[in-house]
C-alpha cells in the first residue's frame, strides 16, 4: 500500500489468518489486542503500525498507542532521552506523536496527541431489534468512528457484573448503526464504518465512566484512548467542555485516561478539535507463538 490507511486495507483483506493466529485462542483470547509494527509511509515516524483484535482490525487505538510507545522507549527501540522523549508512530489514521514520560531510563506514562478528532453527526435515531425500541445516539471520530450512547438508556451502571450484558448490547450497536447510518470520513476512504460502541455515564461530582466494545466481541479494559478522544470531541459541541479543561475519564475497571483538547481545527467540512489523553503502561512479558502444519485448530477459534 501506498499509504498507511491502504496498508490496513490490505492486512484487513489479505492477512486474516494471521490476525487470528495471533489474537485467538490458543495463542490469545476474545479479549487479546494487538499492535504489529510495519515500515511506516511517513518517514518522520519510528514506525508504522496496525492494530487488530480478535474480531478485526481498527485504524487507531488510543491504549495500544500509550503501550507501544513505553514499550519502544523501555526496549531501547528509539533514542531516550529524559524527562521526555518523543515516539512517531505512523497509523492508518494518521501519523500520532507520543511524548514518552521516561525517569532513571524507564516510561512511567505517556501523552497522545492523537490526529484530530470530530462529531459526524448528534442525536440520531437508532433502532435496536432485541429491546424492540429506538433509542438516541451520536457518532463521533477520534481515530475511529464510534457510537456514543448514554448508559442510562438501557439501565447500565458501568459495573464489572454488567461486562455480558453491554457485549450483547454493543455488538448490536455496531451492527444497527453500520446498517440504519451512511459513514465516510471525508480524508479517508477506507474509514466507513462505526467500529466501536461506547456506553458513558456521567454523575455529578465524579468521573465520566465508560464501556467500549468492539471487534468480536471485546470489552476495552482502558477508557479508550480514541473513545475518550471522541467523547471530547462531543463534549466540546455540546458546549460541555472547554479548551484546555481537564477531563478524567474511567475504565469499567476504574483506570483512568486524563484527557484535553484544543480548538480550531477542521476535518473537510467538520468542524475538530486537538485531542490529547495521557495513561501509563507496564510491560507483562515476552511470548514465542509456534506455529505446526499439524495443528487442527489453525489459524484460531474463539469460542461463543
Known amino acids: 500500500g501506498k499509504t498507511m490507511s491502504e496498508k490496513w486495507k490490505d492486512f484487513c ?56 510507545s513505553s514499550a519502544m522507549v523501555n526496549l531501547g527501540m528509539v533514542p531516550v532521552t529524559e524527562p521526555v522523549t518523543e515516539v512517531k508512530l505512523d497509523t492508518p489514521a494518521g501519523m500520532v506523536t507520543m511524548s514518552v514520560d521516561v525517569k532513571d531510563g524507564e516510561a512511567v506514562s505517556a501523552t497522545l496527541k ?47 457484573s454488567e461486562t455480558a450484558a453491554i457485549t450483547k448490547m454493543g455488538l448490536e450497536v455496531m451492527e444497527e448503526a453500520n446498517k440504519q447510518h451512511k459513514i465516510q470520513h471525508p480524508l479517508i476512504p477506507e474509514n466507513n464504518k462505526v467500529l466501536l460502541a461506547e456506553f458513558g455515564i456521567h454523575k455529578k461530582g465524579e468521573n465520566a465512566r465508560n464501556c467500549v466494545i468492539f471487534g468480536a466481541k471485546n470489552v476495552d479494559r482502558s477508557p479508550c484512548g480514541t473513545g475518550t478522544c471522541a467523547k471530547m470531541a462531543l463534549l466540546a459541541a455540546k458546549g460541555e467542555l472547554k479548551p ?35 495513561g501509563a503502561a507496564n510491560i507483562t512479558g515476552f511470548n514465542w507463538l509456534v506455529q505446526q502444519d499439524i495443528d487442527p485448530l489453525l489459524p484460531g477459534f474463539l469460542l461463543g
Open 13 to 68: 483483506d489479505n492477512h486474516n489468518d494471521f490476525r487470528r493466529f495471533i489474537m485467538t485462542e490458543p495463542r490469545g483470547h476474545a479479549d487479546m489486542f494487538g499492535a504489529i509494527m510495519v515500515p511506516p509511509v511517513n518517514q518522520e515516524a519510528h514506525t508504522g503500525v496496525i492494530f487488530c483484535d480478535s474480531g478485526g482490525s481498527v485504524s487507531m487505538c488510543g491504549h495500544g498507542s500509550i503501550g507501544l
Open 114 to 160: 492523537n490526529v484530530p478528532a470530530f462529531v459526524f453527526a448528534r442525536d440520531l435515531d437508532l433502532y435496536l431489534p432485541s429491546i424492540d425500541k429506538t433509542v438516541k445516539f451520536d457518532i463521533s471520530f477520534g481515530g475511529n468512528f464510534f457510537a456514543i450512547l448514554k448508559a442510562e438508556d438501557f439501565g447500565f451502571e458501568i459495573i464489572p
Open 244 to 278: 484546555g479543561e481537564k477531563f478524567l475519564h474511567e475504565s469499567i475497571l476504574g483506570t483512568v485516561f486524563e484527557g484535553h483538547y484544543e480548538p480550531g481545527l477542521k476535518v473537510g467540512d467538520f468542524d475538530a478539535v486537538q485531542p490529547y489523553i495521557k
